[in-house]
Structure formats: C-alpha cells, structure tokens
C-alpha cells in the first residue's frame, strides 16, 4: 500500500536539503581513501598552477579523476595529489 506524504519547503529549505542528498551522493561514490578534501574547479587550477583548458583536457583523457556533482565538477585532493606524483616521477602527462 503506498503512502502519500506531502511536506511544504522554502526555497532555502528545499535547497540545503537537496544539497545534503548531493553531498552524501558523493561521499558514497568516493572509495573510503578518496574521501578527502574536494575542490571546485577554480581551486584545482589554482593548486595545479594550471588553466581550464588544461584541466579539462586531463580529466577528459583520464589522467585526473573528478566527480560529477550536478552541473559542478569536484576533484579530490587526492586525485590532485597522484597527477603530481606522476607527473614529478617524469611520466609523460
């Protein structure tokens, strides 16, 4: 038998709510070693020195993991972290 629930939300209230369902999406896509610090865009090429394009076009190739968060894009530190061990370790990337 299925139930009907109706609740009534402002729009901040729908929005923090829906934001909280993102947040544990995430949380449950990373393995328990990528849950770490996540970083926009803007915060990625600022702690890789490096433009957009250039950060596109790594993450299109594979060569830095991010995770979709709606219209948003989030790297992990981690991932971060590897592309310049790799990176410093003379592989071409």
């Known amino acids: 038998m299925l139930q009907t629930i109706s609740i009534n939300l402002t729009h901040s209230e729908f929005t923090d ?14 393995k328990p070693t990528d849950q770490d610090e996540l970083m926009t865009d803007e915060q990625a090429r600022e702690y890789l020195k490096c433009s957009s394009v250039f950060l596109w076009k790594k993450r299109k190739e594979g060569k830095i993991k991010a995770v979709n968060a709606g219209k948003k894009i989030l790297y992990p530190k981690s991932a971060l972290d590897s ?11």
């Open 17 to 30: 709510l829906l934001t909280g369902a993102i947040n544990s999406a995430i949380d449950r896509r990373l």
């Open 83 to 93: 592309y310049l061990q790799l990176k410093k370790g003379g592989s071409k990337l």
